[in-house]
Protein backbone atom coordinates (compact mmCIF):
# COMPACT_ATOMS: atom_id res chain seq x y z
CA UNK A 1 0.00 0.00 0.00
CA UNK A 2 1.15 3.53 -0.73
CA UNK A 3 1.75 5.87 2.48
CA UNK A 4 1.29 9.85 1.57
CA UNK A 5 4.10 11.78 2.75
CA UNK A 6 1.63 14.46 4.18
CA UNK A 7 4.42 17.53 4.26
CA UNK A 8 3.32 17.90 0.43
CA UNK A 9 -0.07 18.31 0.99
CA UNK A 10 -0.13 20.02 4.32
CA UNK A 11 2.09 22.96 3.28
CA UNK A 12 1.14 26.47 2.49
CA UNK A 13 2.48 26.41 -0.87
CA UNK A 14 0.29 23.56 -1.70
CA UNK A 15 -2.89 24.96 0.10
CA UNK A 16 -2.22 28.65 -1.37
CA UNK A 17 -1.87 27.36 -4.34
CA UNK A 18 -5.05 24.78 -5.06
CA UNK A 19 -7.01 27.70 -3.77
CA UNK A 20 -5.68 29.90 -5.91
CA UNK A 21 -6.39 26.93 -9.17
CA UNK A 22 -9.67 26.61 -7.64
CA UNK A 23 -10.60 30.12 -7.44
CA UNK A 24 -8.99 31.52 -11.00
CA UNK A 25 -10.92 28.31 -13.19
CA UNK A 26 -14.13 28.61 -11.67
CA UNK A 27 -13.81 32.48 -10.96
CA UNK A 28 -11.49 34.90 -12.00
CA UNK A 29 -11.21 33.74 -15.48
CA UNK A 30 -14.28 34.52 -15.91
CA UNK A 31 -14.36 37.96 -13.90
CA UNK A 32 -11.36 39.32 -15.67
CA UNK A 33 -11.01 37.66 -19.07
CA UNK A 34 -7.14 38.56 -19.48
CA UNK A 35 -4.25 36.65 -20.06
CA UNK A 36 -2.93 36.71 -16.65
CA UNK A 37 -5.40 34.28 -15.62
CA UNK A 38 -4.35 31.13 -17.88
CA UNK A 39 -0.63 32.10 -16.68
CA UNK A 40 -1.96 31.66 -13.40
CA UNK A 41 -4.14 28.62 -13.85
CA UNK A 42 -0.62 27.34 -15.57
CA UNK A 43 2.00 28.10 -12.87
CA UNK A 44 -0.42 27.01 -9.75
CA UNK A 45 -1.71 23.48 -11.74
CA UNK A 46 1.92 23.00 -12.18
CA UNK A 47 2.55 23.42 -8.23
CA UNK A 48 -0.11 21.36 -7.31
CA UNK A 49 1.21 18.18 -9.28
CA UNK A 50 4.76 18.35 -8.41
CA UNK A 51 4.00 18.69 -5.09
CA UNK A 52 1.03 16.20 -4.71
CA UNK A 53 3.08 13.28 -7.44
CA UNK A 54 5.79 14.53 -4.98
CA UNK A 55 3.90 12.92 -1.80
CA UNK A 56 2.87 9.71 -3.52
CA UNK A 57 6.76 9.40 -4.30
CA UNK A 58 9.23 11.23 -2.21
CA UNK A 59 12.33 10.65 -3.39
CA UNK A 60 11.77 10.39 -7.21
CA UNK A 61 11.37 13.99 -7.07
CA UNK A 62 13.64 14.57 -10.47
CA UNK A 63 11.23 11.80 -12.51
CA UNK A 64 8.24 14.22 -10.58
CA UNK A 65 9.08 16.67 -12.12
CA UNK A 66 9.96 15.39 -15.63
CA UNK A 67 6.81 13.95 -15.79
CA UNK A 68 5.01 17.20 -14.64
CA UNK A 69 6.55 18.82 -17.59
CA UNK A 70 5.74 16.59 -19.99
CA UNK A 71 2.39 16.53 -19.10
CA UNK A 72 2.58 20.81 -19.69
CA UNK A 73 3.84 20.04 -22.84
CA UNK A 74 1.15 17.48 -23.82
CA UNK A 75 -1.06 19.53 -22.57
CA UNK A 76 -0.51 22.68 -24.36
CA UNK A 77 0.12 20.98 -27.42
CA UNK A 78 -2.79 20.25 -30.07
CA UNK A 79 -2.00 16.75 -29.29
CA UNK A 80 -4.16 17.30 -26.36
CA UNK A 81 -7.75 18.25 -28.58
CA UNK A 82 -8.93 14.48 -28.93
CA UNK A 83 -8.86 13.87 -25.22
CA UNK A 84 -10.12 17.16 -24.32
CA UNK A 85 -13.25 16.47 -26.55
CA UNK A 86 -14.20 13.45 -25.51
CA UNK A 87 -13.63 14.73 -21.58
CA UNK A 88 -15.88 17.09 -22.49
CA UNK A 89 -18.75 15.03 -24.11
CA UNK A 90 -18.91 13.09 -20.90
CA UNK A 91 -20.89 15.95 -20.06
CA UNK A 92 -19.78 16.27 -15.83
CA UNK A 93 -17.54 19.62 -16.29
CA UNK A 94 -15.93 21.38 -19.60
CA UNK A 95 -12.68 21.59 -20.15
CA UNK A 96 -11.50 24.51 -22.50
Not at 31 to 49: E, M, N, P, Q, R
Not at 55 to 63: A, E, G, H, P
Request: net charge positive.
Amino acid sequence: MMKLNHKYLFNAVFIVSLGLLIANDNYFKEAYHISFTGKLSDLTGVIVLFLFLNSLQDKRKIINALVVVLLFAYWKSPLSQPFINSFNELGFYKIN
